[in-house]
């Protein structure tokens, strides 16, 4: 078993290739396979230049670190790897390599992955469970969590400023289910469920709002494993408003 922590966890005063010897060692490699394995690790995570593989790890950027943390975890061939949000900090090209380290090494092992990117968990996982508060809420592959919990639209509205409140509530009676789950800024994001509106409809009542709340602009599309995920794991924005209480008639 190996693992690769939140938190690069190096030497500073070794470089990135004395630290794979040291972790090869230890995993029982020796001779020409060791050395090797080494060229391989360094290779798929873009370390194998010869200034970079003499440099101390303390003079790494962190996205080097990175990647020889997630190169220390495969070395070897363990048979269980976890990895705890190994992409972190990575530029997108650097990101992208690296997956495709970590898809080449999942063949022969199995690779259990935390992480809060929905697209490096589509990319990488075959399965995914999504966790919220310790509870495990979820569970299957990307296309049946798409399927299952994905059957809605995924409204995201623009309004000036102030008019945030007003939008929300515009939102949340825009059609039956509708819940309004992401606010960053003046921006809000709705869930609708396909099943109580069509696409034609959502056009006409937003065109007709578009004064009334204030909307600048506006799209919909439909659910992707990122909505799955904000659906699952966020309180709707506001609470569902009261009805009006009704006078009791004496008998």
Known sequence: MSVCPQDNLLWESLTGEEHLYFYGRLKNLVGADLDAAVDEALKSVN??????RQKLSGEYSGGMKRRLSVAISLIGSPLVVYLDEPSTGLDPASRH????????????????????????????CD??????????????APQQLTHRYGSNYSLTVTVNPGMVPQ?????????QGAVANALVGDTLRCSI??????PEQIFSKMEAARQSVG?????VANASLEDVFIQIASPPLI???????QTLQQA
């Open 127 to 140: 399965k995914i469970g999504i966790f919220v508060s310790g509870e495990l809420r979820c569970y299957g």
């Open 47 to 52: 370390l194998a230049e010869a200034a970079t």
């Open 167 to 175: 939008a929300q509530i515009f939102l949340t009676n825009l059609a």
């Open 239 to 245: 609470e569902d408003v009261p009805k009006p209480l």
């Open 215 to 219: 909307i600048r602009d506006w799209g």
């Open 97 to 124: 390599q690296l997956w495709e380290a970590i898809l080449k090494a999942k063949k022969d092992r199995t690779i259990i992955l935390t992480t809060h990117s929905m697209e490096e968990a589509e990319v990488l």
């Open 193 to 198: 469920p396909i099943s109580s509106i069509t």
